[in-house]
C-alpha cells in the first residue's frame, strides 16, 4: 500500500514567498547604496540650515544670492571617480565580463589597456536655499552642464 503524503498549501509556498521577500531586500538595500553626500544631502532637504551644510561640506565653491527670490544657491565641486559615485560597484556590476575579457585579450597583446580606467569626474552638488536659508532642493549634474 503506497501513502501518498500531502503538504498543506501553506507548506507549499512559504519557501517561495520567502525567495521573494529576500530579494526583495536584497534589491531595497543596492537601492540605499550611493556616495555619502547624496545620502546627506537627501535626507537634509528641508530640514539642514545653511550652517549645518557648512559644517558637513566646508564653505561652497560659487555663491549665488536671489535679489527677486531671497534665497540663495550653493554650488560645490568635487571630482569624482565612479567607484567613489557608485561605492559597491553595482553600476558596474556587468563590466567585470568584459575586464575579464579584456585581460584574456591582453595576454595575447590585443587588449585595450584604457578599458576599465576610473577616469575623475568633475561634478558640481547645486544647493537651493530658500530665503530662512533651509535646504529646498539640490542637484548632482557634470560641471560642463552646470550654468555658472
Request: glycine share 8%.
Amino acid at each position: 500500500m503506497l501513502f501518498h503524503f500531502r503538504l498543506p498549501p501553506t507548506h507549499r509556498f512559504l519557501p517561495t514567498l520567502l525567495r521573494w521577500a529576500g530579494l526583495a531586500m536584497i534589491i531595497v538595500s543596492l537601492g540605499a547604496c550611493s556616495h555619502w553626500r547624496d545620502s546627506y544631502l537627501k535626507s537634509a532637504v528641508e530640514e539642514a540650515t545653511q550652517d549645518d551644510i557648512v559644517a558637513k561640506f566646508g564653505d561652497p565653491w560659487r555663491k549665488k544670492e536671489s535679489l527677486l527670490h531671497g534665497g540663495s544657491t550653493w554650488i560645490y565641486r568635487y571630482v569624482l571617480t565612479n567607484s567613489e559615485l557608485d561605492p559597491m560597484g553595482f553600476d558596474t556590476l556587468g563590466k567585470g565580463v568584459g575586464q575579464v575579457a579584456n585581460s584574456a585579450a591582453s595576454m595575447l597583446g590585443k587588449g585595450d589597456p584604457n578599458l576599465h580606467v576610473d577616469k575623475p569626474q568633475c561634478f558640481h552638488y547645486v544647493l537651493t536655499f530658500d530665503p530662512s536659508k533651509i535646504l529646498k532642493d539640490w542637484v548632482r549634474e557634470s560641471c560642463t552642464s552646470t550654468s555658472l
